[in-house]
């Protein structure tokens, strides 16, 4: 809005004749272009500045409503271009709106005193108690989260990063509230000290305090009916509907709550689904699901996760509080009805069934199943490598990522073999075959972390973690090694030198990210020193190292690559190569034959119960077949498989031609 000017005594007179008064007719501003005629019964009080009212507004079902104000009450309001205001039964007070918003059916909307919008609300997630605050604001991300809640051992951190967000906070605090442009708010209750951003829409909503909604033009939010929220910030891209309530949380980027979920202490980054069951100081990594009403998630650590219906968790043991918490690291999911005591940690892209309360840790056995028989927890190592399920899981996440917005906050890291797992497969295989040696290769059972593992069930998981292995060790050799000419043995060995010595020793997954230890520990030691001095700075070098990945990821392979098969790369020859490819080729073929068969339970004669159901084996199958889509042999899914042996066998056959 440019060139304001003060009313004209005939636009005064016009106002009163539409029943519109003022407490000092003198402290409205109009833009230059403002018709009176589009005003009224208006109270104004305070300053006011309007703009002009050109625009018609569309609405659903054909109506049609001109931009104005209409039955209104206004107190320190600036209103921009084009908006329409109309049947506020309370009144908006110290707020500026933007061009083109569209304000219907609201209670009262108002800035009381000094407000941060939520910025610098401390959300005690993990521990009920306290002790893991994660303080919130606008441009919070899950790598930034994950080292507030879990790294207390480096206090110095801590309060370097708290004091940053707290000088965010203070920047963005305001006795003004924002409401950008485009935005709708239609039969909504009581909001208050709300900071609600461009493209916004807020539908029958019940209340919002203290919060900021940064919707914008790329990535919109919308907020339904008889939503409550409190103490809150939501990200862009996200929707809150049906009755959802939420105090002291953060809603990342296109995060999905709905139908009644509840949440409270949590916080929920990018890709999240909450429905119908109920948060409680959770850490909600990347991709977190969770979709029915018995679900209880509490004092827990999640990402990449779906939790199955009637899943919950403990979080005290009836002594001293709701004091434990624990952690199931990505990909891990629960079935129907389990129950996890905390405290606890869950490997990566392991399987929950049944109910555990001798607190297991199984976090160096990843891709498992952790089950119930007979009241004893029995761990089942690496078998959910060969799952067709985890396969897809893996494929759709990419798919369903619904980030629209070009800002994104969260680095996302979606290998399903990385140093971080591929780590773990290692120390896994040494835990077993310790196991196997002490306790006997003809020993029934094994007991670890107190749970039992099956001798049939060791064995194969030493198989199938050897294959993992092999798989993304050659990967990472294939893809080095890629156009190499001419291929002598100099040149191989040449190539196969890191550019990088970054990326050696353990690696972790920092809450969707994957990344050298070494290199976050670096990181960490820049804040505590005082190099790194805002919130933005650490955000940068996050995503210095999410971009640099595939860099230190062949690093940490090359050593690798050593150690396990026992060889020096700087004197390797072609021979030695030739010998890991097909080292390699054998495994990659290997589970995805598991795969193959595993995807062909799928489609047994057991699958097809309850289909066909008044007609013979044939109408069955024909049944089958129509709800299905296909047979199984033109399963897209059996076909990429397929496909996938094919291509890295060629791939393989490739590379040895070029050696030889």
Same mark, same amino acid.
């Given at each position: 809005?440019?060139?304001?000017?003060?009313?004209?005594?005939?636009?005064?007179?016009?106002?009163?004749?539409?029943?519109?008064?003022?407490?000092?007719?003198?402290?409205?501003?109009?833009?230059?272009?403002?018709?009176?005629?589009?005003?009224?019964?208006?109270?104004?009080?305070?300053?006011?500045?309007?703009?002009?009212?050109?625009?018609?507004?569309?609405?659903?079902?054909?109506?049609?409503?001109?931009?104005?104000?209409?039955?209104?009450?206004?107190?320190?309001?600036?209103?921009?271009?084009?908006?329409?205001?109309?049947?506020?039964?309370?009144?908006?007070?110290?707020?500026?709106?933007?061009?083109?918003?569209?304000?219907?059916?609201?209670?009262?909307?108002?800035?009381?005193?000094?407000?941060?919008?939520?910025?610098?609300?401390?959300?005690?997630?993990?521990?009920?108690?306290?002790?893991?605050?994660?303080?919130?604001?606008?441009?919070?991300?899950?790598?930034?989260?994950?080292?507030?809640?879990?790294?207390?051992?480096?206090?110095?951190?801590?309060?370097?990063?708290?004091?940053?967000?707290?000088?965010?906070?203070?920047?963005?605090?305001?006795?003004?509230?924002?409401?950008?442009?485009?935005?709708?708010?239609?039969?909504?209750?009581?909001?208050?000290?709300?900071?609600?951003?461009?493209?916004?829409?807020?539908?029958?909503?019940?209340?919002?305090?203290?919060?900021?909604?940064?919707?914008?033009?790329?990535?919109?939010?919308?907020?339904?009916?008889?939503?409550?929220?409190?103490?809150?910030?939501?990200?862009?891209?996200?929707?809150?509907?049906?009755?959802?309530?939420?105090?002291?949380?953060?809603?990342?980027?296109?995060?999905?709550?709905?139908?009644?979920?509840?949440?409270?202490?949590?916080?929920?980054?990018?890709?999240?689904?909450?429905?119908?069951?109920?948060?409680?100081?959770?850490? %909600?990594?990347?991709?977190?699901?969770?979709?029915?009403?018995?679900?209880?998630?509490?004092?827990?650590?999640?990402?990449?996760?779906? %939790?199955?219906?009637?899943?919950?968790?403990?979080?005290?043991?009836?002594?001293?509080?709701?004091?434990?918490?624990?952690?199931?690291?990505?990909?891990?999911?629960?079935?129907?009805?389990?129950?996890?005591?905390?405290?606890?940690?869950?490997?990566?892209?392991?399987?929950?069934?049944? $109910?555990?309360?001798?607190?297991?840790?199984?976090?160096?056995?990843?891709?498992?199943?952790?089950?119930?028989?007979?009241?004893?927890?029995?761990?089942?190592?690496?078998?959910?490598?060969?799952?067709?399920?985890?396969?897809?899981?893996?494929?759709?996440?990419?798919?369903?990522?619904? $980030?629209?917005?070009?800002?994104?906050?969260?680095?996302?890291?979606?290998?399903?073999?990385?140093?971080?797992?591929?780590?773990?497969?290692?120390?896994?295989?040494?835990?077993?075959?310790?196991?196997?040696?002490?306790?006997?290769?003809?020993?029934?059972?094994?007991?670890?972390?107190? %749970?039992?593992?099956?001798?049939?069930?060791?064995?194969?998981?030493?198989?199938?973690?050897?294959?993992?292995?092999?798989?993304?060790?050659?990967?990472?050799?294939?893809? $080095?090694?890629?156009?190499?000419?001419?291929?002598?043995?100099?040149?191989?060995?040449?190539?196969?030198?890191?550019?990088?010595?970054?990326?050696?020793?353990?690696?972790?997954?920092?809450?969707?990210?994957?990344?050298?230890?070494?290199?976050?520990?670096?990181?960490?030691?820049?804040?505590?020193?005082?190099?790194?001095?805002?919130?933005?700075?650490?955000?940068?070098?996050?995503?210095?190292?999410?971009?640099?990945?595939?860099?230190?990821?062949?690093?940490?392979?090359?050593?690798?690559?050593?150690?396990?098969?026992?060889?020096?790369?700087?004197?390797?020859?072609?021979?030695?190569?030739?010998?890991?490819?097909?080292?390699?080729?054998?495994?990659?073929?290997?589970?995805?034959?598991?795969?193959?068969?595993?995807?062909?339970?799928?489609?047994?004669?057991?699958?097809?119960?309850?289909?066909?159901?008044?007609?013979?084996?044939?109408?069955?199958?024909?049944?089958?077949?129509?709800?299905?889509?296909?047979?199984?042999?033109?399963?897209?899914?059996?076909?990429?498989?397929?496909?996938?042996?094919?291509?890295?066998?060629?791939?393989?056959?490739?590379?040895?031609?070029?050696?030889?």
């Amino acid at each position: 809005m440019k060139n304001l000017r003060h009313l004209t005594e005939s636009e005064i007179s016009s106002l009163e004749a539409r029943m519109c008064s003022a407490e000092d007719w003198n402290r409205i501003m109009v833009a230059e272009d403002f018709d009176a005629s589009f005003v009224h019964y208006v109270r104004f009080s305070g300053d006011i500045v309007l703009g002009a009212f050109h625009k018609v507004f569309t609405l659903a079902g054909g109506m049609v409503k001109h931009s104005g104000i209409y039955h209104a009450t206004l107190h320190n309001v600036e209103i921009g271009d084009d908006c329409c205001i109309e049947n506020v039964k309370n009144y908006i007070a110290n707020y500026t709106i933007g061009d083109g918003t569209f304000i219907e059916n609201v209670d009262i909307i108002l800035t009381d005193g000094v407000s941060s919008f939520g910025n610098g609300v401390e959300v005690s997630v993990l521990n009920e108690t306290g002790g893991r605050e994660v303080c919130i604001y606008d441009r919070l991300s899950a790598q930034q989260a994950y080292v507030m809640a879990l790294y207390r051992h480096r206090p110095g951190v801590i309060s370097a990063m708290k004091r940053m967000i707290e000088e965010y906070a203070a920047g963005v605090s305001s006795d003004r509230g924002v409401i950008g442009s485009n935005v709708v708010i239609a039969d909504a209750g009581y909001i208050k000290n709300v900071k609600v951003g461009d493209c916004c829409k807020i539908e029958g909503t019940a209340r919002l305090k203290n919060g900021s909604i940064n919707s914008n033009a790329d990535a919109p939010v919308h907020i339904g009916v008889g939503v409550i929220g409190d103490d809150f910030i939501i990200s862009s891209g996200s929707s809150v509907e049906d009755g959802v309530t939420f105090s002291r949380c953060f809603i990342g980027q296109s995060c999905r709550l709905g139908h009644t979920y509840s949440a409270s202490d949590s916080l929920f980054f990018s890709n999240c689904q909450g429905e119908n069951g109920e948060a409680c100081a959770i850490f %909600a990594g990347p991709f977190t699901v969770t979709h029915h009403k018995s679900t209880l998630l509490i004092a827990g650590m999640f990402s990449f996760m779906n %939790a199955g219906s009637g899943s919950n968790q403990s979080n005290h043991m009836y002594k001293l509080g709701p004091i434990h918490q624990g952690i199931m690291e990505r990909g891990a999911k629960t079935s129907s009805d389990s129950y996890i005591l905390w405290p606890a940690k869950v490997g990566a892209f392991s399987l929950v069934m049944g $109910r555990h309360v001798t607190h297991q840790d199984t976090s160096n056995l990843p891709f498992s199943y952790l089950i119930e028989q007979q009241s004893t927890s029995y761990i089942v190592p690496g078998v959910n490598l060969k799952s067709v399920g985890t396969i897809r899981d893996a494929k759709k996440w990419p798919k369903r990522d619904g $980030r629209k917005d070009p800002d994104r906050l969260d680095c996302i890291n979606f290998n399903l073999l990385s140093p971080f797992t591929i780590g773990k497969m290692v120390r896994g295989t040494g835990i077993l075959k310790d196991l196997m040696k002490v306790s006997g290769e003809i020993s029934d059972t094994y007991s670890f972390q107190s %749970a039992k593992i099956k001798n049939s069930a060791l064995k194969k998981g030493i198989g199938y973690y050897e294959m993992a292995i092999n798989k993304f060790l050659g990967n990472s050799l294939i893809k $080095r090694l890629e156009g190499l000419s001419p291929a002598t043995d100099e040149a191989v060995r040449e190539r196969l030198r890191p550019d990088f010595s970054e990326g050696r020793g353990d690696w972790i997954d920092v809450s969707g990210m994957i990344a050298p230890k070494a290199e976050v520990e670096k990181l960490l030691d820049d804040i505590e020193s005082g190099r790194i001095t805002t919130m933005a700075e650490i955000h940068e070098r996050f995503l210095f190292l999410h971009s640099h990945y595939y860099d230190f990821e062949w690093t940490w392979a090359h050593d690798m690559l050593e150690s396990f098969y026992g060889i020096d790369l700087e004197r390797i020859t072609r021979e030695q190569v030739v010998t890991l490819v097909e080292t390699w080729k054998s495994s990659v073929t290997g589970l995805d034959r598991l795969v193959y068969e595993d995807a062909k339970k799928e489609f047994s004669l057991s699958a097809m119960t309850g289909f066909g159901a008044d007609g013979d084996n044939e109408q069955k199958n024909q049944d089958f077949m129509e709800v299905r889509g296909c047979q199984f042999d033109s399963n897209p899914f059996v076909l990429e498989t397929l496909d996938h042996i094919k291509r890295k066998t060629a791939l393989g056959d490739e590379l040895i031609g070029r050696l030889q």
